[in-house]
């Protein structure tokens, strides 16, 4: 089992940035690909980011933040982080992280997953 922990959301201006933390308990975090995902209000839930196990792996971005967010992970602290810089108001959404034992995957096929850090982008 392993349980996550996001944090690090909040309200920022268009153009700001900020960094959200996924912290892992339980197994050995390093041996999960671990992905973003965000939910806007009345939409479904979308894919951001993925990270593969390794260090120096692979990693994959939606389109929308391609060049804007950055994924990255600290295996020794159990911690993936999200960068995300030039942020637009339709970024806002919960942002939630999710892990698997397998390779990354854009669709929401993860098999476990936090509770979620608000993000809020003020135009």
């Known amino acids: 089992q392993v349980q996550l922990v996001e944090s690090g959301g909040g309200l920022v201006q268009a153009g700001g940035s900020l960094r959200l933390s996924c912290a892992a308990s339980g197994r050995t975090f390093s041996n999960y690909a671990v992905a973003w995902f965000r939910r806007a209000p009345g939409k479904e839930r979308e894919f951001v980011a993925a990270i593969s196990w390794s260090y120096g792996g692979t990693t994959i971005y939606a389109d929308s933040v391609k060049g804007r967010f950055t994924i990255s992970r600290d295996n020794a602290k159990n911690t993936v982080y999200l960068e995300m810089n030039s942020l637009k108001p339709e970024d806002t959404a919960v942002y939630y992280c999710?892990?698997?034992?397998?390779?990354?995957?854009?669709?929401?096929?993860?098999?476990?997953w936090g509770q979620g850090t608000q993000v809020t982008v003020s135009s």
């Open positions: 999710a892990a698997r034992r397998t390779t990354v995957v854009k669709t929401p096929s993860y098999d476990y």
